[in-house]
């Protein structure tokens, strides 16, 4: 018995706690786990739209290469990415040469700001989820098509600038009633002006519809 008790202490003498360098390592590995088990769904929808959109852009300058799930407050620490409660509000990247179609579909979004780069395609018709966008600035890049109906079905919308696209056909006529400032300048829009926007809405602050292809009889 007198044996026994004695391994048991020395085998309690010689156990010796982990090494901190170890502890370090294993909190390195496993946060990031711990944190991605903790994100709420609406937040994981954030994250895998956003990492859609980058996956589809060229990025020569390697501006969003932070933009990564481990984060610790991701995606609202990401750059360019703004959140309210906990949510993805505004997407602000300009001016950092990137290239490739638009594709994102953040329900929550209230303001989108991707002027100056050298952004292609249509503008697609998923940006009319984004219900709550109250900002739009695609101006100064290589966009085509319509804008009809992406912008119609966004009621909230106060500004609206696309001006220096290769955007076409008539402007919309269904345009947000809310509209304060409008800028479709240096596009290829054809056909007439739009009743809601010649008829000088008392909201409307700013219209600017030069070097296009509108008619001036309204």
Same mark, same amino acid.
């Given at each position: 018995?007198?044996?026994?008790?004695?391994?048991? $202490?020395?085998? $309690?003498?010689?156990?010796?706690?982990?090494?901190?360098?170890?502890?370090?390592?294993?909190?390195?590995?496993?946060?990031?786990?711990?944190?991605?088990? $903790?994100?709420?769904? *609406?937040?994981?929808?954030?994250?895998?739209?956003? +990492?859609?959109?980058?996956? /589809?852009?060229?990025?020569?300058?390697?501006?969003?290469? =932070?933009?990564?799930? /481990?984060?610790?407050?991701?995606?609202?620490?990401?750059?360019?990415?703004?959140?309210? +409660?906990?949510?993805? %509000?505004?997407?602000?990247?300009?001016?950092?040469?990137? #290239?490739?179609?638009? %594709?994102?579909?953040?329900?929550?979004?209230?303001?989108?700001?991707?002027?100056?780069?050298?952004? +292609?395609?249509?503008?697609?018709? #998923?940006?009319?989820?984004?219900?709550?966008?109250?900002?739009?600035?695609?101006?100064?890049?290589?966009?085509? =098509?319509?804008? !009809?109906?992406?912008?119609?079905?966004?009621? +909230?919308?106060?500004?609206?600038?696309?001006?220096?696209?290769?955007? #076409?056909?008539?402007?919309?006529?269904?345009?947000? $009633?809310?509209?304060?400032?409008?800028?479709?300048?240096?596009?290829?829009?054809? =056909? *007439?002006?739009?009743?809601?926007?010649?008829?000088?809405?008392?909201?409307?602050?700013?219209?600017?519809?030069? !070097?296009?292809?509108?008619?001036?009889?309204?």
């Amino acid at each position: 018995m007198e044996k026994k008790k004695v391994a048991i $202490k020395q085998n $309690k003498e010689n156990s010796t706690p982990p090494h901190p360098a170890i502890v370090f390592f294993l909190l390195v590995i496993y946060e990031p786990l711990l944190s991605c088990a $903790k994100l709420s769904a *609406d937040t994981k929808d954030e994250i895998q739209a956003l +990492n859609a959109f980058k996956l /589809s852009l060229h990025d020569p300058l390697g501006a969003l290469t =932070g933009w990564e799930p /481990s984060t610790p407050s991701a995606p609202c620490d990401w750059r360019g990415v703004s959140c309210y +409660n906990g949510r993805v %509000s505004e997407l602000c990247i300009p001016r950092l040469h990137l #290239s490739g179609a638009l %594709s994102p579909q953040v329900a929550n979004l209230r303001k989108l700001s991707l002027h100056s780069n050298s952004l +292609n395609g249509t503008i697609p018709i #998923s940006l009319s989820k984004c219900t709550r966008l109250n900002s739009i600035f695609l101006q100064y890049n290589s966009f085509f =098509g319509t804008l !009809y109906p992406v912008v119609s079905n966004l009621t +909230n919308l106060l500004v609206l600038n696309v001006a220096g696209n290769y955007l #076409s056909g008539e402007i919309p006529g269904d345009l947000p $009633k809310n509209l304060r400032f409008i800028d479709l300048s240096s596009n290829s829009f054809s =056909g *007439d002006i739009p009743k809601n926007v010649s008829s000088g809405s008392q909201l409307l602050q700013l219209i600017n519809l030069s !070097y296009n292809r509108i008619s001036e009889e309204h």
